[in-house]
């Protein structure tokens, strides 16, 4: 035998080894949520404009859930239900509140020295925390939006051990920044601190200046999820939370083939004059830059699935792919024109189901049946416990709730028994979302909907109007008055978050 069919022989029982001890341990996990793509921006879901082809192959060889609802129709607060197990009316992040502190000055710019959202409440444990407290390696890429610079919710604070990406939504606006977020336990880092892009600070953030910047952030922060699954052995489960910040506004990126591929595509085009407070530079070509932030997202997802499958990780870990919310009208974006099928009615910050049903793909090949298109109703704060449950973590309430809160919320049902077929999948009584920017709210009982917007009920049968376009809150208003028992029961004030209950 020559030394290359060694080689090979010795990979291919390196591999076998490899796999076979991946099998015998707690399964890993990677949580791919990106940012502001909507129920009909993906191949396997009706999209005809865009091409998703490692989607539309993640959602053949998985399983692909129809009834799948964010935590809130926005970034932050969509975060905290997944990170927390709670819906809105629970957990303490519900809206997008921003802190920015002082000012550093970076080549031609300048940023606050601190920049960040509402912390998340220390007193109630986090996903990443528990995960972390059972033996699991954990990562996080992407948007955190759980607490600014040097609070007391940061990801060195609340169980992750590798990060690098957006501490501050707001920063991630600019997809050329100054500066991302980094922090790595094994390299004795002590706190989140900044890395900054030189390749883009000698240049303004705004104007034809911005073009000459070249440090993708998108790009980057995949790079650095990619490298922490090549450090993963088969000796220590891993958790990673990819929180891509594609396709977000601004419509900004690489003009390589990618791009180019949609070069003369649309019909139409759409011109966006930028919006310098809000960080959105301006384009000309608004669909086929969201179009190609799209793809470049699925080649993201691609790359993830292959990685796993070349080191032998691929039938021992669970891969979630899904959206924060649904899509955004920012930057020079038009949902309005991809929604191919004007099959939901609402947009991001809405409480209709446009607003906050979102993709949702699941794949553990050998595990999750293949080609499974499911319609089981889930929520972000379902989460917690699949994982927990997934891991092999009892009475994960029981042991994690908080004894110093008086009620220490946990609103998620385990959807395992429908992801690996074993067990009896439980239901819930409703779903429930409240959003203080819009001042909605909305329930969800088996297919009856009730939205509310400042106080005003409105009630659609999913079943027969899924574009919730026929209020029939008259004719039946003793669901109506039942959904609202559970608005008030399931509510809990909050002083930064406000929103008006149903009259």
């Given at each position: 035998?020559?030394?290359?069919?060694?080689?090979?022989?010795?990979?291919?029982?390196?591999?076998?080894?490899?796999?076979?001890?991946?099998?015998?341990?707690?399964?890993?996990?990677?949580?791919?949520?990106?940012?502001?793509?909507?129920?009909?921006?993906?191949?396997?879901?009706?999209?005809?404009?865009?091409?998703?082809?490692?989607?539309?192959?993640?959602?053949?060889?998985?399983?692909q859930f129809t009834q799948a609802y964010a935590g809130s129709p926005v970034s932050a607060p969509s975060r905290a239900s997944f990170m927390t197990?709670?819906?809105?009316?629970?957990?303490?992040?519900?809206?997008?509140?921003?802190?920015?502190?002082?000012?550093?000055?970076?080549?031609?710019?300048?940023?606050?020295?601190?920049?960040?959202?509402?912390?998340?409440?220390?007193?109630?444990?986090?996903?990443?925390?528990?995960?972390?407290?059972?033996?699991?390696?954990?990562?996080?890429?992407?948007?955190?939006?759980?607490?600014?610079?040097?609070?007391?919710?940061?990801?060195?604070?609340?169980?992750?051990?590798?990060?690098?990406?957006?501490?501050?939504?707001?920063?991630?606006?600019?997809?050329?920044?100054?500066?991302?977020?980094?922090?790595?336990?094994?390299?004795?880092?002590?706190?989140?601190?900044?890395?900054?892009?030189?390749?883009?600070?000698?240049?303004?953030?705004?104007?034809?200046?911005?073009?000459?910047?070249?440090?993708?952030?998108?790009?980057?922060?995949?790079?650095?999820?990619?490298?922490?699954?090549?450090?993963?052995?088969?000796?220590?489960?891993?958790?990673?939370?990819?929180?891509?910040?594609?396709?977000?506004?601004?419509?900004?990126?690489?003009?390589?083939?990618?791009?180019?591929?949609?070069?003369?595509?649309?019909?139409?085009?759409?011109?966006?004059?930028?919006?310098?407070?809000?960080?959105?530079?301006?384009?000309?070509?608004?669909?086929?830059?969201?179009?190609?932030?799209?793809?470049?997202?699925?080649?993201?997802?691609?790359?993830?699935?292959?990685?796993?499958?070349?080191?032998?990780?691929?039938?021992?870990?669970?891969?979630?792919?899904?959206?924060?919310?649904?899509?955004?009208?920012?930057?020079?974006?038009?949902?309005?024109?991809?929604?191919?099928?004007?099959?939901?009615?609402?947009?991001?910050?809405?409480?209709?189901?446009?607003?906050?049903?979102?993709?949702?793909?699941?794949?553990?090949?050998?595990?999750?049946?293949?080609?499974?298109?499911?319609?089981?109703?889930?929520?972000?704060?379902?989460?917690?416990?699949?994982?927990?449950?997934?891991?092999?973590?009892?009475?994960?309430?029981?042991?994690?709730?908080?004894?110093r809160l008086a009620n220490d919320y946990f609103d998620g049902l385990s959807f395992a028994p429908t992801l690996t077929g074993n067990g009896e999948?439980?239901?819930?009584?409703?779903?429930?979302?409240?959003?203080?920017?819009?001042?909605?709210?909305?329930?969800?009982?088996?297919?009856?909907?009730?939205?509310?917007?400042?106080?005003?009920?409105?009630?659609?049968?999913?079943?027969?109007?899924?574009?919730?376009?026929?209020?029939?809150?008259?004719?039946?208003?003793?669901?109506?008055?039942?959904?609202?028992?559970?608005?008030?029961?399931?509510?809990?004030?909050?002083s930064l978050f406000q929103v008006t209950l149903p009259k």
């Amino acid at each position: 035998m020559n030394n290359n069919k060694l080689l090979l022989f010795g990979c291919g029982l390196l591999a076998s080894a490899t796999a076979q001890a991946q099998e015998a341990q707690k399964p890993n996990i990677i949580y791919i949520m990106c940012d502001d793509l909507g129920y009909a921006d993906v191949g396997c879901y009706g999209q005809q404009y865009i091409s998703t082809p490692n989607l539309d192959r993640m959602a053949a060889e998985g399983m692909q859930f129809t009834q799948a609802y964010a935590g809130s129709p926005v970034s932050a607060p969509s975060r905290a239900s997944f990170m927390t197990g709670q819906h809105t009316g629970h957990t303490h992040v519900r809206g997008n509140k921003e802190y920015r502190f002082g000012s550093i000055t970076y080549g031609k710019t300048t940023d606050p020295t601190a920049t960040g959202q509402e912390p998340y409440d220390t007193a109630h444990v986090i996903l990443p925390e528990i995960m972390k407290a059972n033996g699991y390696n954990t990562g996080m890429f992407g948007k955190w939006a759980g607490g600014y610079e040097g609070s007391i919710s940061t990801p060195d604070k609340r169980g992750i051990d590798e990060y690098y990406g957006f501490m501050c939504q707001f920063q991630a606006h600019l997809y050329y920044p100054n500066f991302l977020n980094s922090y790595s336990r094994a390299a004795g880092d002590t706190e989140v601190t900044r890395d900054i892009l030189e390749n883009n600070i000698e240049y303004q953030m705004h104007g034809d200046d911005y073009k000459n910047r070249k440090d993708y952030s998108a790009d980057i922060i995949h790079n650095k999820a990619m490298a922490w699954i090549d450090k993963q052995t088969a000796d220590t489960p891993f958790f990673g939370i990819f929180t891509y910040t594609l396709p977000h506004a601004e419509l900004a990126q690489p003009e390589d083939s990618i791009f180019k591929a949609y070069q003369g595509t649309f019909c139409t085009e759409k011109t966006f004059g930028g919006d310098a407070p809000s960080r959105y530079n301006p384009t000309n070509c608004a669909h086929q830059q969201f179009a190609a932030m799209v793809t470049r997202l699925d080649a993201y997802v691609g790359e993830v699935l292959d990685k796993l499958k070349s080191k032998g990780f691929d039938k021992n870990t669970l891969v979630i792919f899904t959206s924060d919310n649904g899509p955004h009208t920012e930057g020079g974006g038009d949902p309005e024109y991809f929604n191919t099928e004007k099959l939901l009615d609402g947009t991001k910050r809405s409480t209709k189901e446009g607003g906050i049903r979102v993709p949702f793909i699941a794949w553990w090949p050998g595990t999750v049946e293949a080609g499974n298109v499911n319609d089981h109703q889930l929520a972000f704060y379902d989460l917690m416990p699949t994982f927990c449950d997934l891991a092999g973590i009892d009475n994960y309430i029981e042991k994690y709730s908080n004894p110093r809160l008086a009620n220490d919320y946990f609103d998620g049902l385990s959807f395992a028994p429908t992801l690996t077929g074993n067990g009896e999948q439980k239901k819930h009584d409703f779903l429930y979302w409240e959003f203080h920017e819009t001042n909605m709210m909305a329930v969800r009982v088996d297919d009856w909907k009730l939205v509310v917007k400042d106080g005003n009920c409105s009630l659609y049968d999913l079943s027969t109007d899924l574009h919730e376009d026929n209020n029939i809150a008259s004719q039946h208003p003793d669901i109506v008055n039942n959904m609202k028992d559970i608005i008030k029961r399931e509510h809990t004030n909050s002083s930064l978050f406000q929103v008006t209950l149903p009259k």
